[in-house]
């Protein structure tokens, strides 16, 4: 595989590099490269997905994604709850006055979960690694708790208890899930443009907390311990499914890392 390091070793110019290292082909604006990148992005994500909602009922308290098609979605067998048909972040999760047209606009997180408020969380706890904010307080904060995922609800006992959008305000956590490629040797310039990115939607959404669940994988198929594996974990997957997890996710971006290098040399050359 390229990397910047082999330009240097064979003398290559910048220019010369940034074709052909998988990094910067993130910057690349040849329309079938955006479009490589984006499916490398939204094959992820469905990915992760399918193995969240294989978890208990967490499937259930998922409430929009933005992760591509439907089509692309039945292709890789994804039943998604229809609580989650939506690709915007749903109204009920914003102040009663906030516009629609800031709705469909606004930076749209991969997808959202909303679960039951755990005790622990009402007591301004939350996951490893997760960022989250309290209503009220209007700020981020990195947290470093060890409480346990976002409780699995139960509809057997009362189909209607759990439904995410019959929770109030004050009894629901909202998680939101962002998956982003990043450089392998460089995760933390993408984990801050992240947090960046959500910084305003989470101060508006309206729960008990919100976190912010930043997953990150290497554009060479780097799996990361703090940015990848624990995320997971507080989603909800136990070992054995964050390896397979992982696993799957470390081929696809090698493959795809393969792809972009052999197609963008093929540009090159026509």
Same mark, same amino acid.
């Given at each position: 595989?390229?990397?910047?390091?082999?330009?240097?070793?064979?003398?290559?110019?910048?220019?010369?590099?940034?074709?052909?290292?998988?990094?910067?082909?993130?910057?690349?604006?040849?329309?079938?490269?955006?479009?490589?990148?984006?499916?490398?992005?939204?094959?992820?994500?469905?990915?992760?997905?399918?193995?969240?909602?294989?978890?208990?009922?967490?499937?259930?308290?998922?409430?929009?994604?933005?992760?591509?098609?439907?089509?692309?979605?039945?292709?890789?067998?994804?039943?998604?709850?229809?609580?989650?048909?939506?690709?915007?972040?749903?109204?009920?999760?914003?102040?009663?006055?906030?516009?629609?047209?800031?709705?469909?606009?606004?930076?749209?997180?991969?997808?959202?979960?909303?679960?039951?408020?755990?005790?622990?969380?009402?007591?301004?706890?939350?996951?490893?690694?997760?960022?989250?904010?309290?209503?009220?307080?209007?700020?981020?904060?990195?947290?470093?708790?060890?409480?346990?995922?976002?409780?699995?609800?139960?509809?057997?006992?009362?189909?209607?208890?759990?439904?995410?959008?019959?929770?109030?305000?004050?009894?629901?956590?909202?998680?939101?899930?962002?998956?982003?490629?990043?450089?392998?040797?460089? *995760?933390?310039?993408? &984990?801050?443009?992240?947090?960046?990115?959500? =910084?305003? +939607?989470?101060?508006? $959404?309206?729960?008990? !907390? /919100?976190?912010?669940?930043?997953?990150?994988?290497?554009?060479?198929?780097?799996?990361?311990?703090?940015?990848?594996?624990? *995320?997971?974990?507080? &989603?909800?997957?136990?070992?054995?499914?964050? =390896?397979? +997890?992982?696993?799957? $996710?470390?081929?696809? !971006? /090698?493959?795809?890392?393969?792809?972009?290098?052999?197609?963008?040399?093929?540009?090159?050359?026509?």
């Amino acid at each position: 595989m390229w990397y910047c390091s082999n330009s240097q070793q064979v003398k290559l110019a910048p220019s010369a590099c940034s074709r052909q290292c998988p990094a910067h082909l993130s910057g690349c604006q040849h329309t079938q490269i955006r479009e490589m990148i984006t499916e490398r992005h939204n094959l992820a994500c469905r990915m992760i997905l399918k193995a969240i909602s294989k978890t208990g009922s967490l499937g259930s308290c998922i409430v929009s994604k933005d992760i591509g098609s439907n089509e692309r979605m039945t292709m890789q067998n994804l039943q998604i709850s229809e609580t989650a048909e939506s690709r915007i972040v749903p109204k009920w999760l914003l102040p009663p006055r906030f516009p629609d047209k800031d709705r469909f606009t606004s930076k749209r997180p991969d997808f959202v979960l909303v679960t039951p408020s755990a005790a622990k969380t009402q007591k301004q706890q939350t996951n490893v690694g997760g960022w989250v904010l309290q209503s009220g307080r209007g700020q981020l904060r990195e947290t470093g708790s060890t409480s346990a995922a976002p409780p699995a609800t139960s509809r057997a006992t009362n189909p209607r208890q759990h439904r995410p959008k019959d929770l109030s305000k004050t009894r629901r956590d909202i998680h939101l899930v962002e998956i982003k490629y990043c450089e392998d040797t460089r *995760p933390q310039n993408q &984990l801050n443009a992240t947090k960046e990115q959500h =910084k305003d +939607l989470c101060n508006i $959404l309206q729960g008990a !907390s /919100v976190t912010l669940h930043i997953i990150l994988l290497g554009v060479g198929g780097t799996i990361y311990n703090t940015h990848t594996l624990k *995320p997971f974990k507080e &989603l909800g997957l136990d070992s054995q499914r964050v =390896k397979k +997890l992982a696993s799957k $996710l470390h081929v696809h !971006s /090698v493959n795809y890392a393969a792809k972009l290098v052999h197609t963008r040399r093929a540009l090159s050359s026509t």
